[in-house]
């Protein structure tokens, strides 16, 4: 639940014996990872784990919800998210001689858990109370990266499988479903 405009910042550093860790921010979450590779000339297995928080907002901050509707509809508002989350990525990937192309699969899993206060004032009367969700999720994930020397360009798609289930307003929610995610970035390593 971040804001409409949000900064992302990361970092990433590397350990003696194949290892490293990373922090991003993402405007309203911080997440903390870990990896430790086993190589075997140029394929690599990658065992990871990560532990995201979601961070509350100031008060009076509304994450969700759109001033302009359409007659008729709904107003929902959230206030206040904060939860926390962990996932376990297991990946195996294969390096070229020469460190231009590199691929990557592998299965990923884990949780998150969301609180907020929640409003929804259309129709009226308005009703305020409580939101918990929790989401399982697991699939698959595949990459590529291709470059050259000390800068490349990656891509991932990653395939999952969900379960959510929560409260919202005292109602109890079930949801279950297929998410595809694709992402792009620019990696520069020195």
């Not at 007659?71 to 294969?94: C, K, M, N, Q």
């Amino acid at each position: 639940m971040p804001p409409a405009v949000a900064p992302w910042v990361s970092g990433r550093v590397g350990f003696e014996s194949l290892m490293e860790a990373g922090l991003t921010y993402t405007g309203r979450s911080v997440r903390l990872d870990g990896r430790h590779a086993f190589e075997w000339g140029r394929v690599a297995l990658s065992a990871g784990l990560g532990a995201s928080a979601v961070l509350s907002g100031p008060t009076g901050d509304k994450t969700a919800g759109t001033p302009a509707r359409p007659e008729g509809s709904t107003y929902f508002e959230v206030a206040h998210p904060r939860g926390f989350g962990a996932d376990l990525p297991l990946l195996i990937g294969w390096q070229d001689s020469s460190q231009i192309v590199t691929v990557w699969t592998g299965p990923r899993g884990g949780f998150e858990r969301l609180t907020a206060e929640v409003s929804l004032t259309l129709p009226s009367p308005a009703r305020r109370g409580d939101l918990s969700i929790g989401r399982w999720y697991w699939g698959w994930l595949v990459g590529f990266a291709v470059g050259f020397r000390h800068v490349h360009g990656a891509i991932e798609l990653c395939a999952y499988q969900q379960a959510v289930h929560g409260n919202v307003l005292g109602t109890d929610v079930s949801v279950t479903g297929i998410t595809v995610a694709p992402a792009a970035a620019l990696l520069a390593t020195f």
